[in-house]
């Protein structure tokens, strides 16, 4: 395997404990994205305000179960969270311990394409017997990603706005599925296009301290959470500049 371990991410596995309990269409009524078709996708839970709780990315578990790929950190607080919504379903929850996430810049074997941004490379669920001793790809994985400007995660989100987040340049909602926990805000913040601020990467020397949501001294680099009306899109990476300017 050409892949590494991100030694930093879980793996949440919800599974029908009845035949006929749904999961996806739990899930459904939860998070920004519509799980219902072709998967993995990019999503998230919010808040009631639509604010960002959880980031995640949505993966088929196989026989009528859903995998979450999402920070090892949050990831017990994030399966209490579902927890709490399941009421009488039978749905079972909780972090497999017998799968991992693996990565790559580079297409390897069961590979798909990051959903977010076709750039951020390659990943695949896989048994953590496979995944150990193929080393690990989190410092690398970090530089990347933060060198195509794409935010993630707690520390990088905090609790802003989902659509500050850059969640539509980066495939993480649909407009079209129907309800979701803090769907009112998001649907009504796009509708009437009132994305003010956007959460962008930047060199550390230029981030203002007050507007700082993560800094990465290592690799010289910040996430502020910026006014859209200061920005200058030449400075922002494509994907996020035609976003801005759309």
Not at 35 to 54: C, H, R
Not at 156 to 169: K, S
């Amino acid at each position: 395997m050409t892949a590494k371990l991100l030694k930093n991410r879980s793996i949440i596995r919800l599974s029908p404990s009845e035949p006929d309990e749904d999961v996806r269409g739990f899930l459904q009524g939860l998070v920004t994205n519509d799980v219902s078709g072709d998967l993995p996708v990019y999503a998230a839970l919010l808040s009631a305000q639509g604010k960002a709780m959880f980031d995640f990315l949505v993966w088929d578990g196989g026989d009528g179960a859903i995998l979450l790929d999402c920070e090892a950190g949050v990831a017990a607080d994030l399966a209490k969270r579902l927890s709490l919504y399941r009421l009488r379903r039978k749905i079972e929850i909780g972090i497999d311990e017998e799968l991992a996430a693996v990565w790559s810049p580079e297409a390897f074997d069961k590979a798909v394409v990051d959903p977010r941004l076709p750039a951020l490379g390659f990943r695949a669920i896989v048994p953590t017997d496979e995944a150990d001793g193929a080393g690990e790809a989190d410092e690398a994985y970090l530089a990347h990603r933060l060198a195509l400007g794409v935010p993630e995660g707690q520390a990088d989100l905090g609790d802003i706005l989902w659509l500050e987040t850059n969640a539509v340049e980066l495939n993480g909602v649909s407009f079209s599925k129907g309800c979701y926990i803090g769907q009112e805000n998001t649907a009504r913040m796009n509708w009437r296009q009132k994305v003010n601020r956007r959460l962008v990467v930047l060199p550390l020397d230029q981030s203002e301290e007050k507007r700082r949501k993560a800094a990465y001294p290592d690799l010289g680099l910040a996430i502020d959470h910026l006014r859209v009306e200061n920005l200058d899109p030449a400075t922002l990476p494509a994907w996020q500049a035609a976003g801005i300017e759309a």
